[in-house]
């Protein structure tokens, strides 16, 4: 592991656009350099619901967000070793169309009596799974990575809430990549947990941080940028975030699709991520009539994504080439650029509590570029980041060994 200076030069758009083009040429030259794997193993297959099936829910939602709807104890199978009791809770949070909806999830409380105060609480954030209500992570085992992962935070002594992301399980379409509705989700979780009905001895506490991977980075920053002002009036004390593999800046790559794209072959779970984008746009942005410049092709794409969980989706796609998906520049929509930008940022001013950036330099899913174009942003801004490179890891593997560092940080910053 090392670290980047603290400080970094003020940088223009020009540079930070320069920064995403190179993203994406990267992936080609570290796939020369050598093997690689990609995003960590999704479950997938038929759904466990654990007696709290939502899917097509239509009772009513309450006004205020993060209000408890339901919880029952999640199936044994989907739960972590590391916990003494898991729950899968339905609650109410924001959509992407600005209207109260509802969401799911899974609560995690470690073994053993809770401390004065109550378990600190960490709000997990996931990675791509999907768009499908098929593809719910609380409706499926956790993969070895999340159970390492999650299990850690567990065994540190902190209560873990896991969102699904509103419209995944639930009634809607999950806004992919969207961070700022996934931010309603994670914060509206954890307002929703301290509503449980826990067994005694058990207690969560106000102190709370969120850590999240790959989308769940974005959602994760997203969350952190507006923890404080989603959870006002709720009694909770927000600490902080750690996010690792974090898409930044991308709206200045993908607002240049069309047919003059370059004959770049790109990997699977980058084509994946793209039609995952366009279907969550498209759903966000009906205005925009998206379709009016994709081919037969690029519409197929979107029903994909809609309907496809991501291990499946990034072996069909693998090799496609996306110039073939447009009839004409997306940019040719009138105020796309602007959309975009709305709908994807990440958000590189105005956090108020400290923030813990990790990537690894082998990552071909998110490659660097996107972090550090972000670090030098946020250090451009004075905000309070911290950033930590992993030479040898890639997208997926910098989650763990992003943990010696993230470890002492998160202990800290929940003091």
Request: aromatic share 6%.
């Amino acid at each position: 592991m090392s670290k980047l200076p603290n400080r970094a030069p003020r940088r223009g758009r020009r540079s930070i656009a320069v920064l995403a083009a190179a993203a994406l040429m990267l992936p080609v030259a570290v796939s020369a350099a050598g093997p690689a794997r990609a995003d960590d193993v999704v479950s997938i297959g038929t759904p466990d619901w654990s007696g709290l099936d939502v899917t097509d829910y239509s009772g009513p939602i309450p006004a205020r967000a993060g209000s408890l709807m339901a919880q029952v104890p999640l199936a044994t199978p989907l739960t972590l070793p590391a916990a003494s009791t898991a729950y899968r809770v339905q609650f109410s949070s924001e959509n992407q169309h600005g209207k109260m909806a509802t969401s799911t999830g899974a609560v995690f409380l470690p073994k053993g009596p809770a401390p004065a105060g109550g378990w600190p609480v960490i709000s997990w954030a996931h990675g791509t799974v999907g768009m499908d209500d098929e593809c719910t992570p609380s409706a499926h085992p956790r993969s070895d990575r999340d159970v390492k992962y999650l299990g850690h935070w567990l065994e540190q002594g902190y209560a873990v809430v896991a969102a699904d992301y509103v419209g995944l399980g639930t009634p809607g379409v999950m806004a992919y990549l969207n961070g700022k509705t996934a931010a309603h989700s994670i914060v509206d979780i954890t307002v929703a947990a301290q509503q449980l009905q826990l067994p005694a001895g058990a207690k969560l506490g106000k102190r709370w941080a969120i850590i999240g991977q790959s989308q769940g980075a974005a959602a994760a920053l997203n969350g952190a940028r507006y923890a404080t002002e989603f959870s006002r009036g709720r009694g909770l004390d927000y600490r902080g975030v750690v996010a690792t593999g974090i898409p930044a800046n991308l709206e200045n790559l993908y607002q240049l699709m069309g047919p003059a794209m370059p004959p770049v072959t790109l990997p699977g779970s980058l084509n994946a991520y793209t039609a995952y984008i366009l279907a969550g746009l498209n759903n966000t942005r009906p205005d925009l009539h998206l379709t009016r410049v994709m081919t037969a092709r690029g519409k197929e794409r979107i029903k994909q994504g809609l309907s496809t969980c991501y291990p499946v989706l990034k072996q069909q796609l693998a090799g496609d080439d996306v110039k073939t998906w447009f009839s004409a520049p997306l940019m040719s929509i009138p105020g796309l650029s602007q959309a975009m930008r709305s709908y994807m940022l990440t958000p590189y001013k105005g956090y108020d509590r400290p923030i813990f950036l990790g990537q690894g330099l082998r990552d071909v899913d998110v490659p660097a570029p996107s972090a550090l174009s972000l670090y030098a942003q946020m250090k451009a801004n004075d905000q309070p980041v911290t950033l930590h490179v992993y030479p040898d890891d890639d997208h997926s593997s910098a989650v763990l060994a992003s943990m010696p560092d993230s470890t002492p940080w998160l202990a800290r910053v929940l003091r």
